[in-house]
């Protein structure tokens, strides 16, 4: 081999070296801790206005059979299945508590839902009396079939009714009922406990959120009022 071709083979040897190094020095991908799991992803969430009830419903009993403590972690939502535990973040400064569904409501058109007094105090909201907040679900909450509500269609599937009106006065209520039963079948008188008892007049049984949002629109235009809200038996 001539002085030459020594050169050149040495300087080919030099490189793949060279190349060696550099991709032996690529870091790692990051191992994960053992007996760690994944945070999951939140798989629904909820942006609007955050309200709270405490004095005139504290010690009655929730639309979940318990009696509603206003110094407890809880909340209203009109969908969410009872037991859904959910992460409620203010807008306005940035804190977050963790509450259990165990009401229906806000029946108060724009807002999504209704704090205790105990989580609207967490968040500085006792004084502005409402907020614009994120809902996320937070952690294993379960349907009562028990099916974990993060891995399940369980929040927009179950039996859902559009609510048409909400009145002090039951003779109203009951007009109200008999107008819309003719034309849309299903229509029920649901009682909510409170300083006084108010009615709700819901109408129709779907299995679908989907499905009880075209009612809802429709039901709009001739009432003027028209939530989707959750079929429960307490």
């Not at 991709?23 to 994944?38: E, F, I, L, N, V």
């Not at 004095?55 to 318990?66: D, K, L, S, V």
């Not at 939502?77 to 203010?90: A, D, I």
């Amino acid at each position: 081999m001539t002085r030459r071709e020594a050169m050149k083979w040495g300087a080919v040897a030099l490189l793949a070296a060279v190349a060696c190094r550099k991709k032996s020095k690529a870091p790692a991908a990051p191992q994960r801790p053992p007996g760690a799991r994944a945070k999951p992803s939140p798989t629904w969430s909820e942006t609007g206005i955050a309200s709270w009830y405490g004095i005139p419903y504290h010690g009655r009993r929730a639309a979940n059979g318990e009696i509603y403590d206003m110094n407890l972690l809880t909340a209203a939502h009109r969908t969410l299945p009872f037991g859904s535990m959910v992460r409620v973040t203010s807008f306005t400064n940035g804190k977050s508590v963790t509450v259990r569904i165990t009401d229906r409501g806000p029946f108060i058109d724009g807002r999504i839902i209704d704090l205790s007094r105990e989580a609207a105090r967490r968040i500085d909201m006792i004084g502005p009396g409402i907020m614009q907040v994120r809902l996320e679900v937070d952690g294993p909450a379960e349907t009562r079939a028990g099916t974990p509500l993060l891995n399940s269609p369980a929040i927009d599937q179950g039996a859902f009714a559009v609510q048409a009106g909400l009145f002090n006065d039951k003779a109203k209520a009951e007009r109200l009922k008999a107008s819309l039963e003719k034309r849309y079948g299903r229509v029920d008188l649901v009682p909510r406990e409170g300083q006084r008892i108010q009615w709700r007049v819901l109408v129709g049984n779907v299995p679908t959120q989907a499905e009880a949002q075209a009612l809802a629109i429709v039901l709009r235009q001739k009432t003027g009022e028209a939530e989707v809200v959750r079929r429960d038996l307490p």
